[in-house]
Nanobody
Framework: VQLQASGGGSVRAGGSLKLSCLAR???????????RAWYRQAPGKQRELVAE???????NYQDSVKGRFTISKDNSKKTVYLQMRSLEPEDTAVYYC?????????WGQGTLGTVSS
């Protein structure tokens, strides 16, 4: 299984980016039964949870991104998305997707999002 993340880039403050994470080689039942999440790591900081989507369909967001970011998935494509709007320079980070089902824990390679003021 490989998680292939894409969609990062450079935008100005107030702009938008949409990240995608394709779970290549993952069987559908694992994808739908897993917790799917996006983390980020800014320069000099620890990796932090940004948003999660549980297997039951519940979403949770870090306070700083509530109302601006939306996590979603497309089961038919085995892809998780993170739509980011009203971006701020503080959102600049490498974004990582994560899919977890108990002992099975998968990480994408990271995609860089840079927001300039």
């Amino acid at each position: 299984v490989q998680l292939q993340a894409s969609g990062g880039g450079s935008v100005r403050a107030g702009g938008s980016l949409k990240l995608s994470c394709l779970a290549r080689g993952m069987i559908l039942s694992t994808f739908t039964g897993s917790r799917r999440a996006w983390y980020r790591q800014a320069p000099g900081k620890q990796r932090e949870l940004v948003a999660e989507l549980t297997s039951g369909g519940m979403t949770n967001y870090q306070d700083s991104v509530k109302g601006r970011f939306t996590i979603s998935k497309d089961n038919s494509k085995k892809t998780v998305y993170l739509q980011m709007r009203s971006l701020e320079p503080e959102d600049t980070a490498v974004y990582y997707c994560n899919i977890n089902m108990g002992s099975r824990d998968y990480w994408g390679q990271g995609t860089l999002g840079t927001v300039s003021s």
